[in-house]
């Protein structure tokens, strides 16, 4: 199993572009989410997914969108990257039984200038 | 709303010391509690858990009590070793939800 994979693993960006970061996963996991890393703030939960189909806002959804057409892929959009939106981002999976163990990716780091 | 409270790093020991990284937290109900570490240069990994009132979470060296009278989790090992250092992020998942509230975390450079 390859787990949790995310591409790119750096990126840079203007102000204004659009890019997809893509997270996918092969153990069948249900659950799906989005986090972003900022110094000093710990993991913020952007969106999250209980299941093909299903999306839903975190704590700061905010510039971003989500869609989960199937079960595997979990990409995440920013359609007009701002400079607040620098960070490293991490996608995590795990089964949605409850509190179940959650394995996340290796992250992307994201400038936008 | 649900938070986790842990102590401000950075936190630097020499190798064998006793480690403890401080925990609490807020929230309605029986959380569960978790620490995760994250290694330079790479995502989150989980250290250890607890889902319930006097359960003790252990793995490689590490333990914590889910303490409901102090609302804490405090991390601790007894002997750090280089390989250790990383950075410790204490989080809470609500009762039925994957959703994981974290900590800011704390890094942890141990030295030779």
């Known amino acids: 199993n390859a787990g949790v994979t995310q591409t790119p693993k750096f990126q840079v960006l203007k102000t204004g572009q659009s890019m997809t970061l893509q997270c996918a996963q092969d153990?069948?996991?249900?659950?799906m989410s989005w986090y972003r890393q900022d110094p000093g703030m710990g993991l913020r939960l952007i969106h999250y997914?209980?299941?093909?189909?299903?999306?839903d806002q975190g704590e700061v959804p905010n510039g971003y969108n989500v869609s989960r057409s199937t079960t595997e892929d979990f990409p995440l959009r920013l359609l007009s990257a701002a400079p607040s939106q620098t960070s490293v981002y991490f996608c995590?999976?795990?089964?949605?039984?409850?509190?179940?163990?959650?394995?996340f990716g290796p992250g992307t780091r994201l400038l936008v200038l | 709303g649900n938070s986790v409270t842990q102590m401000e790093g950075p936190v630097t020991l020499s190798e064998e010391a006793f480690l403890t990284i401080n925990c609490t937290y807020t929230a309605t109900g029986y959380p569960s509690l978790f620490w995760y570490v994250q290694y330079p240069g790479e995502g989150l990994q989980l250290l250890l858990k607890a889902t319930k009132a006097d359960d003790k979470g252990s793995n490689k060296g590490f333990e914590a009590t889910y303490r409901k009278e102090t609302t804490s989790f405090h991390l601790e090992k007894g002997s750090v070793q280089v390989s250790d250092s990383a950075v410790y992020f204490c989080?809470?998942?609500?009762?039925?939800?994957?959703?994981?509230?974290f900590g800011k975390g704390t890094k942890l450079t141990v030295n030779p």
């Open positions: 995590a999976s795990s089964y949605a039984s409850g509190e179940e163990t959650q394995y």
């Open positions: 153990m069948n996991h249900e659950y």
């Open positions: 997914s209980v299941g093909a189909g299903i999306t």
């Open positions: 989080a809470l998942a609500q009762g039925g939800s994957e959703k994981l509230v």
